[in-house]
């Protein structure tokens, strides 16, 4: 049995989302993270990488979002949600596994440089440096969504699933917006509104209530 391992408002809740999509049976079981905001120590305990999501599947025990929705559809999806190297929109779909990565490490280095004293040449240069790259990932995101209905093309898949967190949940904890990115707006109004989405926010998203 797939089991899901939920950290309370954390990009684990793409996995539920997923699993939703595909119809597969799994098991949620939540963790609540420290008053710190940290992981708690039976969360640190099942992966060395110790970061959310992770997943055991049997035996195995996997962490790191695209490496585990591209598993679960391969093997337990018959591929679907995901696009064939033979496609012509698989490089589109491979660039868009990323962009979640990508941002959410443009996110954690503000958050650095919000925690120190950010004054002075090397501060100027690094904050510099993590506007130029935001507003390039942000106007290409737009940019595609003016050319594609979904970031993989035609079709809703995993690239959709790895980017919505970026989207949705980390401006509620000061990453940028989207009001300024008309397509990226009706792209996010599109894909939340479908039932799997809404199903996994009710049982995992970030205004859910973890079970007593
Ligand atoms: N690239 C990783 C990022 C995982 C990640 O940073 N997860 C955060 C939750 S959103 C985490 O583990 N935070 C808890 C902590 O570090 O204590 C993935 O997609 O799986």
Known sequence: MLIIHHLGVSQSDRIVWLAEELGLPYQLK??????NGLMPADYLALHPAS???VI??????????????EYLCHRHGGGRLTVH?????YPHYLYWLQFNNNIMGLFLGRMGLNAG???GPEAERVAGLIARREAGYYGYLEKRLGDAP?????????ADIMSMFTLTSLPLFGGRGIEDLPNTQAYVQR?????????????AGPAATPPA
């Open 30 to 35: 939540w963790y609540r993270r420290q008053e």
């Open 51 to 53: 970061t959310a999501p």
């Open 56 to 69: 055991t599947d049997g035996d195995l025990v996997m962490a790191e979002s695209t490496a585990i929705v």
């Open 85 to 89: 190297p033979d496609q012509p929109d």
């Open 117 to 119: 004293p950010a004054t």
């Open 150 to 158: 979904y970031l993989g093309g035609a079709e809703f898949t995993c």
């Open 191 to 203: 894909v939340t509104s479908r039932p799997a989405y809404v199903k996994a926010m009710a049982l």
